[in-house]
């Protein structure tokens, strides 16, 4: 899965010249916590949070008539984190998580070149994890230990073939597999065993089709 499959767009976006009252009037319409900040050439020059804005103007306070003319005048430039941490749309989501994992951000503008293409956050990785493992669609999960041997993979697909069952979902953790599986197959945990697997946890998912936002 790359980047591009889970970028939101087109992106919601502010001027540099934009004032913080606009930033924040953005991020309440649009239900949005981020927005990344634009020149006159529509080029990215920095970013900013809803968090960024209320260091500056707390939620809930009650603001003097000093702060709220303060609040139509400062740009978001004064504010903004300057030069982002980008990446490009055709890079693997796992370095896109590996990001924001290491740089403790939560997001990440998307470009091609110097353009703006999309916007990435912790969300869209945290969607990506629940679609690799299946876990709207239901079924039984069954996790093994994974020996990481020469042929212990096709060993098991040949023998989960010969059962007759179709594996929806395969990752793996560490020392540990996680293999999904259609319906309520509490006996497919059983054949496992008899073969020779060591089964850590059999856990039965019922199908959820909300999505979270």
């Known amino acids: 899965m790359l980047v591009k499959d889970l970028m939101s767009y087109p992106v919601v976006t502010v001027s540099e010249n934009s004032t913080v009252g606009e930033?924040?009037?953005?991020?309440?319409?649009?239900?949005?916590?981020?927005?990344?900040?634009?020149?006159?050439?529509?080029?990215?020059?920095?970013?900013v949070?809803?968090?960024d804005l209320l260091k500056v103007f707390p939620h809930g306070k009650e603001l003097s008539s000093f702060e709220s003319n303060l609040l139509l005048?400062?740009?978001?430039?004064?504010?903004?984190?300057?030069?982002?941490?980008s990446i490009a749309p055709d890079e693997i989501i796992e370095k896109a998580a590996l990001i924001m994992c290491t740089n403790?951000?939560?997001?990440?503008p998307i470009l091609e070149g110097k353009k703006l293409v999309g916007f990435i956050t912790k969300n869209g990785i945290i969607e990506a994890f629940i679609t690799a493992l299946g876990y709207r669609e239901g079924g039984t999960r069954v996790t093994i230990i994974f020996q990481k041997k020469w042929g212990f993979l096709s060993e098991l697909v040949s023998f989960i073939d010969s059962k007759n069952i179709h594996i929806d979902n395969i990752v793996t953790f560490g020392n540990?597999?996680?293999l999904k599986v259609k319906g309520?197959?509490?006996?497919?945990?059983?054949?496992?065993?008899?073969?020779?697997?060591?089964?850590?946890?059999?856990?039965?998912?019922?199908?959820?089709?909300a999505k979270a936002k």
């Open 104 to 108: 403790r951000v939560s997001s990440l």
């Open 23 to 47: 930033a924040l009037d953005i991020l309440k319409k649009k239900n949005i916590k981020h927005l990344p900040v634009i020149d006159k050439n529509q080029s990215l020059v920095g970013a």
């Open 184 to 209: 309520n197959r509490q006996d497919f945990a059983s054949d496992l065993k008899q073969a020779g697997y060591t089964v850590v946890d059999v856990s039965y998912i019922e199908p959820c089709e």
């Open 73 to 85: 005048r400062t740009p978001v430039s004064k504010v903004m984190k300057t030069n982002p941490i």
């Open 176 to 178: 540990e597999l996680v």
């Open 49 to 51: 949070t809803e968090s």
